[in-house]
């Protein structure tokens, strides 16, 4: 589901420090066997495999910041205290628990069934497979030769249409708010320096920073699609579309888009909270 634009979301993570949105996990019991069905499902879809790769992103991009502004970075210590709230278990987690609430045990059926077929099992394994080093030079590689080769009208248009069917720019945009947001809170509380008037500025420059760069990231994973999907016939690629239109899949990858913006949110919250207990305790 993301896998295709992994490499731009977090080469985008830390350009502008903003306020978090106000995302909340529903709350109440979690029926344990929706649990395991959804712990299934979050396997078979890629969606696991691609969550065990934050913490490694998220370390390079924030030892990339520290290189690039080494005075406005986190220091050593307070690193660490970020990185341990970003463990893939704990926003494996938090995932699943969200998903498990939002999703009825009738469409985790139908989406397992669905994903259980030979096509969608090529193609999940396609999409994990785009994120290896060895695949991420390979790409760069295939991008580069599309322009002397470029896709048919008719590929183009197709692949546009995925990117729409499987609301990847979309959701690359709505994580990389939500990594961005709940950054920007960090620094400011570290600063001294979160009020009214700070965050008021910083939800302005979001949208201008959104309006500015959506385009190019759009192109950017367009283009990241025609190599993930260079094996898959259009016809395959028009099945795929159709599967990921279905109301059981459409509302799977919102809610765990929405799912993966809380628990970022969450293990920012977290390390705002120790950083303010470490800053107090040496001020004390």
Do not use: W
Request: glycine share 4%.
């Amino acid at each position: 589901m993301l896998t295709c634009t992994r490499q731009t979301l977090f080469a985008l993570l830390l350009i502008i420090p903003f306020t978090p949105l106000h995302a909340e996990s529903k709350r109440g019991e979690v029926d344990p066997n929706i649990s395991q069905e959804v712990d299934q499902l979050m396997k078979i879809t890629g969606l696991k495999q691609m969550i065990d790769t934050f913490p490694q992103e998220i370390e390079a991009q924030i030892n990339q910041q520290k290189m690039g502004n080494p005075n406005g970075a986190l220091t050593e210590e307070e690193s660490r205290l970020l990185f341990s709230h970003f463990s893939a278990d704990t926003i494996y987690q938090s995932l699943k628990q969200h998903l498990s609430r939002t999703l009825d045990s009738r469409e985790i059926s139908t989406l397992l069934q669905v994903h259980d077929k030979p096509l969608m099992k090529r193609i999940v394994t396609a999409e994990v497979a785009s994120s290896s080093i060895e695949s991420q030079k390979e790409m760069a590689a295939f991008i580069a030769g599309l322009r002397h080769r470029p896709p048919s009208d008719q590929r183009m248009k197709m692949i546009q249409q995925l990117d729409r069917a499987s609301m990847s720019t979309d959701s690359v945009i709505y994580i990389i708010e939500m990594m961005m947001l709940g950054m920007g809170e960090l620094m400011m509380e570290r600063n001294g320096e979160l009020n009214t008037a700070s965050k008021a500025q910083m939800e302005e420059t979001i949208t201008n920073t959104i309006r500015l760069i959506e385009g190019e990231l759009r192109q950017q994973i367009i283009m990241s699609m025609h190599y993930i999907y260079r094996d898959f016939s259009d016809a395959e690629v028009m099945r795929y579309i159709e599967q990921l239109k279905s109301d059981e899949n459409q509302h799977y990858t919102r809610a765990a888009i929405e799912g993966i913006g809380i628990a970022i949110l969450d293990a920012f919250k977290q390390g705002v909270d120790q950083l303010l207990l470490l800053r107090n305790a040496r001020a004390a």
